[in-house]
C-alpha cells in the first residue's frame, strides 16, 4: 500500500458527460501528478500540484481541469468525455523540494465512456 | 523532449533463469532515473530511483544499474511472483513529471 488513495476504483459514463476523479496524497506529501495510462499510449503525465499551485502541465486537453484543496486532496475533472478518454487514470504523491522525490501512486480509477 | 525505449517488450524466462531488461533514455539533463513494477490493473509500484552513472541499487532479487546512455534491471533467479511489467521512467531538471517507457511485460514460469 502506497498510502495514496483514489476514488471510484471504477467509473461507467456516457460520451458527453463530466465525472470527478479524486485522490488523497500520503502523508507529508505537498505534490500531486495525475497521468493517464491508455493501452496505445503509455502512461502520460497530465498536471502537476503543488501546495495548491499549478507546478507543471503535459498533454492534458482543455476538456480536462484539476485543482489541489487547502487539506492538499486534488480532484481531477474530466467533461465533454469521448470514448477515447477511457482509461486508467493515476495519481501520484511526491514530498517535492527535497533529494528523495520518488513518485508514490495510487492504485488508479478506471474509467470507461460508452 | 525526454524519451526513454524498453526493450524486449516481452520476456519468458524459467523460474531461476536470471536475465536484464533493457531502458535506453534520451534526456535534457538527467535529475533521476527510475524503475516501477506494475501489475495488471494496479498502480505503479516504486522499485529505485538512480541519479548518476556507475550508481547500483538492489533489492532482493532485482539489481538496477546505470549508465550515461541506460539501465539495466537484473533480476536474479527470479519466481513467479516477479511477472509483472516492469517500466523506466525518467525526470529532467526543468521539472518533476515522470517521462515513461513502455515498459517490459515479464513472465516467469514455474
Known amino acids: 500500500d502506497s498510502g495514496v488513495t483514489q476514488t471510484p476504483k471504477h467509473l461507467i459514463t456516457a460520451t458527453g458527460q463530466r465525472v470527478t476523479l479524486r485522490c488523497s496524497p500520503r502523508s507529508g506529501d505537498l505534490s500531486v501528478y495525475w497521468y493517464q495510462q491508455s493501452l496505445d499510449q503509455g502512461l502520460q503525465f497530465l498536471i502537476q500540484?503543488?501546495?495548491?499551485?499549478?507546478?507543471a502541465k503535459g498533454n492534458i486537453l482543455e476538456r480536462f481541469s484539476a485543482q489541489q484543496f487547502p487539506d492538499l486532496h486534488s480532484e481531477l475533472n474530466l467533461s465533454s468525455l469521448e470514448l477515447g478518454d477511457s482509461a486508467l487514470y493515476f495519481c501520484a504523491s511526491s514530498v517535492s523540494g527535497t533529494a528523495t522525490y520518488e513518485q508514490y501512486f495510487g492504485p488508479g480509477t478506471r474509467l470507461t465512456v460508452t | 523532449e525526454d524519451q526513454v525505449t524498453q526493450s524486449p517488450e516481452a520476456l519468458r524466462l524459467q523460474e531461476g533463469e536470471s536475465s536484464s531488461l533493457n531502458c535506453s533514455y534520451t534526456?535534457?539533463?538527467?535529475?533521476?532515473l527510475f524503475w516501477y513494477r506494475q501489475d495488471p490493473g494496479k498502480g505503479p509500484e516504486f522499485l529505485f530511483t538512480?541519479?548518476?552513472a556507475g550508481e547500483e541499487k538492489e533489492k532482493e532479487r532485482l539489481k538496477a544499474t546505470l549508465t550515461k546512455k541506460e539501465s539495466f534491471l537484473h533480476i536474479t533467479a527470479p519466481k513467479p511472483e516477479d511477472s509483472a511489467t516492469y517500466l523506466c521512467?525518467?525526470?529532467?531538471?526543468?521539472?518533476?513529471?515522470?517521462?515513461f517507457g513502455t515498459g517490459t511485460r515479464l513472465t516467469i514460469i514455474p
Open positions: 534526456v535534457s539533463g538527467l535529475r533521476g
Open positions: 538512480l541519479y548518476s
Open positions: 521512467a525518467v525526470t529532467n531538471f526543468g521539472n518533476e513529471k515522470l517521462t
Open positions: 500540484y503543488y501546495n495548491g499551485e499549478e507546478r
